[in-house]
């Protein structure tokens, strides 16, 4: 089943990264959903334990969307002992309280310590998720040295098989690969203006309000000149939008004359007289 309609050219990231254990997995369409929720996250190998309809089952490459590499390296493996075998630590998720004394991790702790483990110590680490129905069983966590649980709405925390798996794949490319700030400005072709662009434009700004009378009420004058002032440092303004400012003011200030409209049959501007 390798190389099925070409698909991504999907391969681990360079150390170790995650394994990713679905232990009796029911669906084929769940476990080829899986597998792309772990391409989107960066991550690879994919381990099943006892597939309750066998394995290779060809619905699971369907849905994968692409991730098909990482069904064609998957392995299967009769019990989660085997299926750990090779690994240094193994986290397990688990959605409902269990009495045992065991450090509980969100997806995101979860996932700094994974990086910890797999970039810092070049150690060998496995995630479990259990069967669609019921979860992982007792047995099964005793595999487990940390558990992890998804702080999620207590009313309703029902996810299915390959959300599960998105969460975390979506906290590991964060904490491990991604540097993309949490807050970026779109600006294009254009950049941020620099404040000498910036007060070179209200520099203008204020000596056309001047020229015209805006600004002919003394004592408000500062406060009024202040607030515009404030208004375009309040964000990042670009090139481009100073530019079209620029031109707004130019035809403002040449626009009576060339209407050759006096200023007594201008309408009527509500917020005029209560600006000045």
């Known amino acids: 089943m390798t190389g099925r309609d070409g698909g991504a050219d999907l391969k681990p990231m360079p150390g170790e990264s995650p394994i990713i254990v679905l232990v009796r997995p029911q669906l084929a369409e769940n476990i080829g959903a899986t597998a792309r929720a772990m391409a989107n996250g960066g991550l690879f190998h994919l381990r099943l334990v006892a597939p ?39 986290f397990a998720t688990c959605p409902r309280p269990r009495h045992v004394v065991i450090p509980v991790h969100t997806a995101r702790g979860a996932a700094e310590e994974l990086v910890e483990i797999c970039q810092g110590r070049a150690l060998r680490s496995a995630v479990l998720f259990g069967p669609e129905r019921a979860g992982l069983e007792n047995d099964d966590m005793a595999c487990a040295d940390s558990l992890v649980r998804y702080p999620l709405n207590p009313e309703h925390m029902s996810l299915n098989l390959a959300q599960a798996v998105m969460i975390l794949a979506y906290e590991w490319w964060n904490a491990a690969v991604d ?98």
Request: hydrophobic letters at 35%; charged letters at 30%; one cysteine or more.
């Open 52 to 90: 309750r309809d066998g394995w290779p089952q060809e619905r699971a490459w369907f849905v994968s969307s692409g991730a098909q590499r990482i069904l064609d390296a998957a392995t299967v493996h009769e019990t989660v002992a085997e299926a750990v075998a090779d690994c240094h630590r193994v």
């Open 179 to 276: 540097r993309t700030p949490p807050r970026q400005l779109m600006t294009n072709e254009t950049h941020v203006a620099t404040k000498g662009e910036l007060e070179g434009f209200l520099g203008r700004l204020t000596a056309e309000l001047d020229a015209c009378g805006f600004l002919d009420n003394l004592p408000k004058r500062p406060g009024m000149v202040r607030n515009l002032r404030h208004w375009f440092q309040r964000g990042e303004v670009t090139e481009q939008e100073l530019r079209t400012l620029h031109g707004v003011v130019t035809e403002l200030s040449r626009g009576r004359m060339r209407r050759g409209r006096p200023a007594e049959q201008d309408p009527p501007l509500p917020w005029a007289e209560e600006a000045k």
